[in-house]
């Protein structure tokens, strides 16, 4: 059993039962073994603190420290492979030596048949050898993978806002994809350097043994290579880093595009976009070239180092009057075989050296980010009910000249519901922020005390201004990773007033939740935050304005059932732009400026504080009118009571699901994706391909053949030389019986070597990054000519992955899979002809040895490409949970969730692991059985010679040429499956762009009924004639025949409960969602009938989600240049920034950070109304646009609307009424139909307008 197991292991057998099993079905991920216990990221070998991030050298340091129980066997079987490579010479001296001697004396046979045997065993017990030596590498590059996930994901969770506002999303995702790769493939790395090294220097030492003194100058040839390779890591660390820093830039970008996609979609930036992200490939594909140039340089390099060295040699010796006889001449040629490849090599190894530097510095400064301390992040809270006592507290931000909040001293009593007030800018997000400890105290005390003023910690509830929802069923997002507690679910869907939407959805509580709660809307997703707040059981709540969110009716309802019912036994502190129930709350503090203008119940500020009675007064008359929109009944299902069953399935039905499964392709990789592949390689017309792809092909194949050309005028001129074979007197045979001019023709050829190579590499750089470039334009401009519903049903983390991952696949690995695979096979098809043409008996051994070839590798092949494709699938829902997790840092650490989190990270860590520490063994179970073949063909060859030379039929020339092409054939073949396998992993990525880049585009028209200088619209009439449209062909109507007509220049306010259809409206308007049946017309002319770009352009709108991108104020208002810098400020002072951009020294070209980060929540809505104003648009929708600001502010914005918006037609979809109270008309929407219309001027209602 023992050594059954042994045997097992040897060979890698344990993965057996996958091959077998990927033999009778399509491998699913369930189908992979279970990670070994030491590589599962749960259990590292080694605490996380062990890995020092100080710098690049001192990280990679102590990574190569945590891995030197797996690290000392790999190089012990490094150094044995090596020993074993430095015999091959030594073998084939004495083994040319003895055929070319006397073989009919007693031992002369014995002995070459010794050697014959020995070579091939040589030969299977290294490479042997050099498999279990990946396998640890292999192991050490998933032990580093974890442990730099973990850190890289543990110092996320602890971000202090200042450092999650300095990193970009395209960072994170490089540092979590491609800069850990880098890192850990270091291991590898440094194996290649040192077989590199001692292969070197082993080399040495026998050319010193065989040549004598000659050998100096070969080997003060090759310590040019020291010099040559400190110039060219210099360059590679900086040419690296270079792309790197464009590739960031481009992600990034990618990354605001897809969060934006609404934004985009509805002002028509899909050209802007396309020419920006161009841009910033354009920069990529530059320093990438760049640096696949001084690549191929560095190989052409070192190749002619060793051509060089072997040429001077030879000459010489030539020089010095001795003989080139055969066995001297292959002896020489099989020690710089071995050569070979650590020089052709040696730029790759310093460039991946060079990469994983960089990618531990880039990966060093986000670990050496600021964060909050451990302690503060990881308390844990008490259960106790607690209050609040401030003492001269002051926040000022870094970089800041004065205090956002200054001298704030107060006391909250624990048990007190207190309503924080202010205009926008008053610092009340910043107060939220400083009692979450997420901001640093610029100087005073915030302490939480219990009913005996003791301090204890606080068991926050956190509910932000925007919900924080996640990719995941309605339960997850309310348990939020508590313990599952139905009773206590049952109370919380009540309070939050969610029990009546369970009824309407597909699933109740298991309907899936898409990205960022893109099936909710407003109101929904603030209560999903709401009901999880109350899940949470806390003893201090703390709502950052998200009543704002819903309508009239639902905010009493909130307020009668959460904030005076569920949660009247605790401190409430609510942060609030409505001001109707601040009589309810027991304290109002009032802000102004960041400084406390007082504190108090509502009439004493009322008596006390002018300033808060005018204030209040305001909101007082803004909200008018609210009781009218409360009246009628409503006709959705019944509140349910706490304790009342759950209305939701107990499974999920399909039709629940928004996120849709990530394409996945079966079988093996299809002929025409490569034949796409090979086009978009050979250029973009049919003449280009023509001529580019028998060019590549014939590079390549020049470059493969040479070297054969090379060695076989070696064998040839050296026979004749030691006089083994008569001369005929032909041109050649005088040439080659001239040792100086023998000489001088091998460099002739070696200079047609280089002269291939440097023509070969560069072909297939200039068109791999041609190919890339054509695949990412392609995939570009189909995802963003694709449907809302794609978005709405694919997670940015997926979409990016295609940007970032594979795109990159495509960019520099593919072409480079493709050479070598062309190499390869030329070089298997050189070596057979060689054996075959000189040895034909080899036949009788190549039958059987390629008929196992071809079953092991069909066995092989059909489960690697499976699970390559499952380990690339396996990767989105990681970078998707880190960005998710990115989003919602401050949500997290409110709740003490991190730990949560961070389970479920590992959790989908382990799931990508699993695919790859899989794909491996495939490729390790594959690769120890080549060897064996290989041993058989090298013994078989060696035999063969032997038995030919006995009868003379071989000359020790040829022998030498032969053996040694049959030494190679191993790798070769085992290079020919593997790299074959590699490109059809890779080909999986070329699948997915395809995929990507032939999306189903959103409907357009061609061609306009209108002329393109007509001006349409002129009037603004906007007609809805019995519309009824969903989001999804498998999900129910959204709007049900809704018709309603809204005359030129009018002011319409949009109306109704949450989820009632509001928002869909003008999705249809914007025709991001197609109709079902009836038509939408402005000024007479159906809108399906007007091509996209141009129908968009003709309208505004101003979104529920403020979406700014990285960039400047100007480019954030201006995608296209088209206004002057006059215009854009006319804009900003009316929507009320006139003085917040006069106060930045930069104006216009002030930075604004990714989503807008430096911007409050309502400055960023702010610039989307000055967006909108920005344009000559005759019709402006206002989707939700002052649920964020304050009631002043919405009073100035009305005033803007009703002075600047003369003649256009402005929709105004809101839920509070005081944004609609000067419409000329409301409409009333419930469950997806006009429910009545309204006139608050005449306050009565009248028919529905039709």
């Given at each position: 059993m023992?050594?059954?197991?042994f045997?097992?292991?040897?060979?890698f057998?344990?993965v057996k039962p996958l091959?077998i099993?990927?033999?009778?079905k399509?491998?699913?991920?369930?189908?992979?073994p279970?990670l070994p216990?030491k590589?599962?990221p749960?259990r590292?070998?080694?605490d996380?603190?062990?890995?020092?991030?100080?710098?690049?050298?001192?990280?990679?340091?102590?990574?190569?420290?945590a891995?030197k129980?797996m690290?000392?066997?790999?190089l012990g079987?490094n150094?044995?492979y090596?020993a074993l490579n430095?015999t091959?010479p030594?073998?084939v001296n004495?083994?040319?030596k003895?055929?070319?001697?006397d073989?009919?004396?007693?031992?002369?046979?014995t002995?070459?048949?010794l050697?014959?045997?020995?070579?091939?065993l040589v030969?299977?017990v290294?490479?042997?050898?050099?498999?279990h030596?990946f396998?640890?590498?292999l192991?050490?590059?998933?032990?580093?993978?974890?442990?730099?996930n973990?850190?890289?994901?543990?110092r996320?969770?602890?971000l202090?806002?200042?450092?999650?506002?300095?990193?970009q999303?395209?960072?994170?995702v490089?540092?979590?994809?491609?800069?850990t790769d880098?890192l850990?493939?270091?291991?590898?790395?440094?194996g290649d350097?040192i077989?590199s090294?001692?292969t070197i220097v082993?080399?040495?030492?026998?050319?010193?043994?065989?040549?004598?003194?000659t050998?100096?100058?070969?080997v003060a040839?090759?310590f040019?290579?020291?010099?040559?390779?400190?110039s060219v890591?210099r360059?590679?660390?900086a040419?690296d880093e270079?792309?790197?820093r464009e590739?960031?830039?481009?992600v990034?970008?990618?990354s605001?595009?897809?969060?934006?996609?609404r934004?985009?979609?509805?002002?028509?930036?899909e050209k802007?976009v396309?020419?920006e992200?161009?841009?910033?490939r354009?920069?990529e594909?530059?320093?990438?070239k760049?640096?696949?140039r001084?690549?191929?340089?560095?190989t052409?390099s070192?190749v002619?180092?060793s051509t060089?060295?072997?040429?001077a040699a030879?000459?010489?010796?030539v020089?010095?009057g001795?003989?080139l006889?055969?066995e001297?001449?292959?002896t020489v040629?099989?020690?710089?075989?071995?050569l070979e490849?650590?020089l052709?090599h040696?730029?790759?190894?310093?460039?991946?050296a060079?990469t994983g530097?960089v990618a531990?510095?880039r990966?060093a400064?986000?670990?050496?980010?600021e964060?909050?301390?451990?302690a503060?992040?990881n308390?844990?809270?008490d259960?106790?009910?607690?209050?609040?006592n401030?003492d001269n507290?002051s926040?000022?931000?870094?970089?800041?000249?004065?205090?956002t909040?200054?001298g704030l001293?107060l006391?909250?009593?624990p048990?007190e519901?207190v309503?924080v007030?202010?205009?926008v800018g008053?610092g009340?997000?910043?107060f939220?922020?400083a009692l979450?400890?997420?901001?640093?105290l610029h100087?005073?005390?915030?302490?939480?005390?219990?009913?005996?003023?003791k301090s204890?910690?606080?068991k926050?509830a956190?509910?932000?201004q925007?919900a924080f929802i996640?990719n995941?069923?309605?339960e997850e997002?309310i348990?939020?990773g508590?313990?599952a507690?139905p009773?206590a679910?049952?109370?919380?869907?009540f309070a939050?007033?969610?029990d009546?939407?369970l009824?309407?959805?597909p699933?109740g509580?298991?309907?899936?939740?898409g990205?960022?709660?893109v099936n909710?809307s407003?109101?929904q997703?603030?209560?999903v935050?709401?009901?999880?707040?109350?899940?949470?059981?806390?003893?201090?709540?703390?709502?950052?304005?998200p009543?704002?969110?819903v309508?009239a009716?639902t905010?009493?309802?909130?307020i009668e059932?959460?904030i005076d019912?569920a949660?009247?036994?605790?401190?409430r502190v609510?942060?609030t732009?409505?001001?109707?129930y601040l009589?309810r709350f027991?304290?109002v503090?009032f802000?102004v400026?960041?400084k406390?203008?007082?504190?108090g119940?509502l009439?004493?500020l009322?008596?006390?504080?002018p300033?808060f009675?005018?204030?209040?007064?305001d909101?007082?008359?803004?909200?008018?009118?609210?009781?009218?929109?409360a009246a009628?009944?409503e006709?959705t299902?019944?509140?349910?009571?706490?304790g009342a069953a759950?209305?939701?399935?107990?499974a999920a039905p399909?039709?629940?699901?928004?996120?849709?499964?990530e394409?996945?392709a079966?079988?093996a990789v299809?002929s025409?994706?490569?034949?796409d592949y090979i086009?978009?390689?050979?250029?973009?017309?049919?003449?280009?391909r023509l001529?580019?792809?028998p060019?590549?092909?014939l590079s390549?194949?020049?470059?493969?053949?040479?070297p054969?050309i090379?060695?076989?005028?070696?064998?040839?001129?050296?026979?004749?030389?030691?006089?083994?074979e008569?001369?005929?007197?032909?041109f050649?045979d005088?040439?080659?019986l001239?040792p100086h001019w023998a000489?001088g023709?091998?460099g002739l050829?070696g200079?047609a070597?280089?002269?291939g190579?440097l023509?070969?590499?560069?072909l297939?750089l200039e068109r791999g990054?041609?190919?890339?470039?054509?695949m990412?334009?392609d995939m570009?401009?189909?995802?963003l000519k694709a449907?809302l519903?794609?978005?709405?049903a694919t997670?940015v983390?997926?979409?990016l992955?295609r940007?970032s991952?594979d795109v990159?696949?495509?960019?520099?690995?593919?072409q480079?899979s493709?050479?070598?695979t062309?190499?390869c096979l030329?070089?298997?098809?050189?070596?057979?002809?060689?054996?075959?043409?000189v040895?034909?008996i080899?036949?009788l051994?190549?039958?059987p040895v390629?008929w196992l070839?071809?079953?092991?590798?069909?066995d092989y092949?059909v489960?690697?490409r499976?699970v390559?494709r499952?380990?690339?699938i396996?990767?989105?829902p990681?970078?998707a949970h880190f960005k998710e997790?990115?989003?919602?840092?401050v949500?997290i650490r409110?709740?003490g969730?991190m730990?949560?989190?961070f389970?479920?990270?590992?959790?989908?860590?382990e799931?990508?692991?699993?695919?790859?520490h899989?794909h491996?063994?495939?490729?390790r179970?594959?690769?120890?059985?080549?060897?064996?073949?290989?041993g058989?063909?090298?013994?078989?060859t060696?035999v063969?010679i032997v038995?030919y030379?006995?009868?003379?039929?071989?000359?020790?020339?040829?022998a030498?040429?032969?053996?040694?092409?049959?030494?190679?054939l191993?790798?070769s073949?085992n290079?020919a499956?593997?790299?074959f396998a590699?490109?059809e992993?890779r080909?999986?990525?070329?699948?997915r762009?395809?995929?990507y880049?032939?999306l189903e585009?959103?409907q357009?028209?061609l061609?306009?009924?209108?002329?393109a200088a007509?001006a349409?619209p002129?009037?603004?009439e906007?007609v809805f004639d019995t519309?009824v449209a969903r989001?999804?062909?498998h999900?129910p109507p959204?709007?049900?025949?809704?018709s309603?007509?809204?005359?030129?220049?009018?002011?319409?306010?949009v109306?109704?409960?949450?989820?009632?259809?509001?928002s869909?409206l003008?999705?249809s308007?914007?025709r991001?969602m197609e109709?079902?049946s009836g038509?939408?017309?402005?000024?007479g002319?159906?809108?399906a009938?007007v091509p996209?770009?141009?129908?968009?352009r003709?309208?505004?709108i101003i979104p529920?989600?403020?979406t700014?991108f990285?960039g400047?104020?100007?480019?954030?208002?201006?995608?296209?240049?088209?206004?002057s810098?006059a215009e854009?400020?006319?804009a900003?002072e009316q929507?009320?920034?006139g003085?917040?951009?006069?106060?930045?020294?930069?104006?216009?070209?002030?930075p604004?950070?990714?989503?807008g980060?430096?911007l409050?929540?309502g400055?960023?809505?702010?610039l989307?109304?000055a967006?909108?104003?920005l344009?000559d648009a005759?019709v402006?929708?206002?989707?939700?646009?002052t649920?964020?600001v304050?009631?002043?502010?919405d009073?100035?914005?009305?005033?803007?609307?009703?002075?600047?918006?003369?003649?256009v037609?402005m929709i105004i979809?809101?839920?509070r009424?005081g944004t609609v109270?000067?419409?000329?008309l409301?409409?009333?929407?419930r469950?997806?139909?006009l429910?009545?219309t309204l006139?608050?001027?005449?306050e009565?209602?009248?028919?529905?307008v039709?």
């Amino acid at each position: 059993m023992y050594l059954l197991n042994f045997f097992r292991h040897l060979m890698f057998s344990q993965v057996k039962p996958l091959v077998i099993l990927a033999r009778k079905k399509v491998l699913q991920a369930e189908d992979m073994p279970p990670l070994p216990a030491k590589l599962n990221p749960r259990r590292l070998p080694f605490d996380d603190s062990l890995l020092d991030s100080a710098s690049a050298r001192t990280l990679l340091i102590s990574l190569l420290r945590a891995g030197k129980p797996m690290l000392l066997p790999a190089l012990g079987l490094n150094l044995g492979y090596v020993a074993l490579n430095l015999t091959k010479p030594v073998l084939v001296n004495s083994f040319i030596k003895q055929i070319s001697g006397d073989l009919h004396r007693p031992d002369g046979l014995t002995l070459a048949l010794l050697l014959a045997l020995g070579l091939g065993l040589v030969s299977f017990v290294g490479s042997l050898g050099l498999q279990h030596y990946f396998f640890y590498v292999l192991n050490i590059n998933q032990l580093f993978t974890n442990a730099l996930n973990r850190r890289l994901y543990r110092r996320s969770l602890g971000l202090t806002q200042k450092a999650r506002a300095e990193i970009q999303v395209g960072d994170v995702v490089n540092h979590m994809s491609s800069d850990t790769d880098s890192l850990a493939e270091f291991s590898a790395t440094l194996g290649d350097a040192i077989i590199s090294f001692v292969t070197i220097v082993g080399s040495c030492a026998l050319l010193f043994y065989y040549l004598g003194a000659t050998a100096f100058l070969a080997v003060a040839l090759l310590f040019l290579m020291v010099p040559l390779s400190r110039s060219v890591a210099r360059s590679f660390s900086a040419l690296d880093e270079e792309l790197m820093r464009e590739r960031d830039k481009r992600v990034t970008l990618m990354s605001q595009v897809m969060s934006g996609i609404r934004v985009v979609k509805y002002f028509a930036w899909e050209k802007s976009v396309r020419q920006e992200v161009g841009e910033v490939r354009e920069k990529e594909l530059r320093a990438r070239k760049k640096l696949a140039r001084a690549e191929a340089y560095a190989t052409l390099s070192y190749v002619a180092i060793s051509t060089l060295v072997l040429f001077a040699a030879l000459t010489l010796h030539v020089f010095r009057g001795i003989t080139l006889t055969p066995e001297l001449v292959f002896t020489v040629v099989a020690i710089f075989s071995l050569l070979e490849d650590p020089l052709s090599h040696l730029s790759e190894v310093i460039s991946r050296a060079a990469t994983g530097f960089v990618a531990a510095g880039r990966i060093a400064s986000f670990l050496n980010r600021e964060a909050l301390p451990y302690a503060l992040v990881n308390e844990t809270p008490d259960e106790t009910l607690c209050g609040l006592n401030l003492d001269n507290l002051s926040v000022q931000f870094p970089g800041s000249t004065s205090p956002t909040l200054d001298g704030l001293t107060l006391r909250i009593l624990p048990g007190e519901s207190v309503a924080v007030v202010g205009p926008v800018g008053s610092g009340k997000s910043t107060f939220v922020q400083a009692l979450l400890r997420e901001l640093p105290l610029h100087r005073g005390a915030l302490t939480f005390t219990d009913l005996r003023g003791k301090s204890v910690v606080p068991k926050i509830a956190y509910v932000p201004q925007e919900a924080f929802i996640i990719n995941g069923t309605m339960e997850e997002n309310i348990y939020f990773g508590a313990k599952a507690n139905p009773k206590a679910l049952q109370e919380a869907l009540f309070a939050s007033c969610l029990d009546a939407d369970l009824p309407l959805l597909p699933a109740g509580l298991f309907t899936e939740i898409g990205e960022k709660g893109v099936n909710l809307s407003g109101g929904q997703k603030q209560r999903v935050s709401l009901a999880r707040a109350v899940m949470h059981r806390p003893t201090f709540a703390l709502l950052d304005d998200p009543l704002s969110a819903v309508d009239a009716r639902t905010e009493g309802e909130l307020i009668e059932r959460l904030i005076d019912g569920a949660w009247r036994g605790i401190t409430r502190v609510v942060v609030t732009h409505r001001l109707a129930y601040l009589a309810r709350f027991d304290k109002v503090i009032f802000l102004v400026n960041g400084k406390l203008e007082g504190v108090g119940t509502l009439d004493e500020l009322c008596l006390k504080l002018p300033s808060f009675r005018a204030f209040f007064a305001d909101s007082a008359r803004a909200e008018h009118g609210t009781n009218l929109l409360a009246a009628g009944p409503e006709k959705t299902a019944p509140a349910t009571a706490p304790g009342a069953a759950s209305p939701a399935a107990a499974a999920a039905p399909a039709e629940a699901r928004l996120t849709e499964d990530e394409d996945r392709a079966i079988g093996a990789v299809k002929s025409h994706v490569y034949f796409d592949y090979i086009k978009v390689l050979g250029g973009t017309t049919f003449g280009k391909r023509l001529v580019m792809v028998p060019l590549l092909l014939l590079s390549s194949i020049a470059a493969s053949s040479l070297p054969l050309i090379q060695k076989s005028w070696l064998a040839f001129s050296s026979n004749l030389q030691a006089g083994k074979e008569a001369p005929s007197g032909a041109f050649l045979d005088k040439l080659a019986l001239n040792p100086h001019w023998a000489v001088g023709v091998y460099g002739l050829i070696g200079i047609a070597i280089l002269i291939g190579v440097l023509i070969n590499r560069l072909l297939w750089l200039e068109r791999g990054i041609a190919a890339g470039k054509r695949m990412h334009n392609d995939m570009l401009r189909s995802v963003l000519k694709a449907p809302l519903r794609f978005f709405d049903a694919t997670p940015v983390g997926r979409i990016l992955q295609r940007f970032s991952r594979d795109v990159e696949a495509v960019d520099i690995h593919l072409q480079w899979s493709f050479e070598i695979t062309v190499r390869c096979l030329v070089n298997i098809a050189t070596a057979l002809f060689l054996i075959v043409s000189v040895l034909p008996i080899m036949l009788l051994v190549m039958g059987p040895v390629f008929w196992l070839y071809y079953v092991v590798q069909r066995d092989y092949r059909v489960p690697a490409r499976e699970v390559k494709r499952l380990d690339a699938i396996s990767r989105s829902p990681r970078f998707a949970h880190f960005k998710e997790t990115l989003q919602g840092l401050v949500v997290i650490r409110s709740f003490g969730r991190m730990e949560t989190f961070f389970e479920g990270f590992l959790s989908r860590l382990e799931h990508s692991q699993r695919m790859f520490h899989a794909h491996y063994m495939l490729n390790r179970w594959f690769s120890s059985r080549i060897p064996l073949l290989g041993g058989i063909v090298a013994s078989g060859t060696a035999v063969g010679i032997v038995f030919y030379a006995y009868y003379g039929k071989i000359s020790p020339g040829v022998a030498g040429l032969v053996m040694i092409y049959a030494l190679s054939l191993w790798e070769s073949l085992n290079w020919a499956v593997r790299i074959f396998a590699e490109v059809e992993a890779r080909m999986t990525s070329v699948e997915r762009l395809r995929y990507y880049g032939n999306l189903e585009a959103e409907q357009d028209t061609l061609h306009a009924p209108l002329p393109a200088a007509t001006a349409w619209p002129s009037q603004g009439e906007v007609v809805f004639d019995t519309v009824v449209a969903r989001y999804a062909p498998h999900l129910p109507p959204v709007l049900k025949g809704i018709s309603f007509r809204i005359p030129a220049g009018a002011r319409v306010g949009v109306i109704g409960r949450t989820g009632s259809g509001k928002s869909t409206l003008l999705q249809s308007l914007y025709r991001g969602m197609e109709l079902e049946s009836g038509a939408i017309r402005i000024d007479g002319v159906d809108i399906a009938s007007v091509p996209l770009e141009r129908l968009r352009r003709s309208l505004a709108i101003i979104p529920q989600d403020p979406t700014l991108f990285l960039g400047t104020l100007r480019s954030n208002l201006d995608r296209y240049g088209e206004y002057s810098d006059a215009e854009i400020l006319e804009a900003l002072e009316q929507a009320r920034l006139g003085d917040f951009v006069r106060g930045i020294a930069a104006g216009l070209l002030a930075p604004v950070q990714e989503n807008g980060a430096n911007l409050s929540q309502g400055q960023r809505q702010l610039l989307c109304l000055a967006r909108a104003l920005l344009s000559d648009a005759k019709v402006i929708v206002m989707d939700e646009a002052t649920a964020s600001v304050d009631v002043q502010t919405d009073n100035l914005l009305q005033e803007v609307v009703r002075t600047s918006c003369q003649g256009v037609t402005m929709i105004i979809i809101a839920h509070r009424l005081g944004t609609v109270a000067d419409c000329d008309l409301i409409f009333e929407v419930r469950e997806g139909k006009l429910h009545r219309t309204l006139d608050l001027k005449k306050e009565e209602a009248s028919a529905p307008v039709v």
